[in-house]
T-cell receptor, first 114, second 110 residues
Framework: NAGVTQTPKFQVLKTGQSMTLQCAQD?????MYWYRQDPGMGLRLIYYSASEGTTDKGEVPNGYNVSRLNKREFSLRLESAAPSQTSVYFC?????????????FGDGTRLSIL | GQQVMQIPQYQHVQEGEDFTTYCNSS?????IQWYKQRPGGHPVFLIQLVKSGEVKKQKRLTFQFGEAKKNSSLHITATQTTDVGTYFC??????????FGAGTRLTVKP
């Protein structure tokens, strides 16, 4: 049982390049989340999807787009990468729709933008 | 929006000493969750508190939820090197998303 799988694990981009971070969960969870983690800043929510077919902005959505492709998959796209987007990105999922259950996290994608 | 603040940012203890991290919210919370992240790892859920004044224990870890449901604490008794990591609290911003505190990074000297 893999849980939440994120790809790639590491990526280096040049400023202005685009890329998509992939996330898939095999727990039949309804809600999925994208966070970024920077030193001293904790986990900041970028976007979330409370159910298949819906997405909503979190705290720091600027510069990102998301797609809830189906119930299993939730991708995060950087259209024109900037050095300020250098971070560790975590995807998480939760069984329900409301924020009253544990979130399960993937191993993260370490992204560097030069 | 709702803000969750955690103190201290860092804590360095000698093995065997106790450790406490505190979490404060700008609004009343319906629940609060605690997570642990080992160095280089991902956050792992520890516990959820729901009731006003609730206290829960997991071995050497004691979690409390304040009477006003705006603050919480995690206390570790007699720390061990396996307790090293960053501890996060998280509270609901609305029905559908959680906001995390900045975390308390614990280091333990053997």
């Amino acid at each position: 049982n893999a849980g939440v799988t994120q790809t790639p694990k590491f990526q280096v981009l040049k400023t202005g390049q685009s890329m998509t971070l992939q996330c898939a969960q095999d727990m039949n969870h309804n809600s999925m989340y994208w966070y970024r983690q920077d030193p001293g800043m904790g986990l900041r929510l970028i976007y979330y999807s409370a159910s298949e077919g819906t997405t909503d902005k979190g705290e720091v959505p600027n510069g990102y787009n998301v797609s809830r492709l189906n119930k299993r998959e939730f991708s995060l796209r950087l259209e024109s990468a900037a050095p300020s987007q250098t971070s560790v990105y975590f995807c998480a999922s939760m069984t329900g729709v409301y924020s009253n259950q544990p979130q399960h996290f993937g191993d993260g994608t370490r992204l560097s933008i030069l | 929006g709702q803000q969750v603040m955690q103190i201290p940012q860092y804590q360095h203890v000698q093995e065997g000493e106790d450790f406490t991290t505190y979490c404060n919210s700008s609004t009343t919370l319906s629940n609060i969750q605690w997570y642990k992240q080992r160095p280089g790892g991902h956050p792992v859920f520890l516990i959820q508190l729901v009731k006003s004044g609730e206290v829960k224990k997991q071995k050497r870890l004691t979690f409390q939820f304040g009477e006003a449901k705006k603050n919480s604490s995690l206390h570790i008794t007699a720390t061990q090197t396996t307790d090293v990591g960053t501890y996060f609290c998280a509270g609901p911003n609305n029905n559908n998303d959680m906001r995390f505190g900045a975390g308390t990074r614990l280091t333990v000297k053997p």
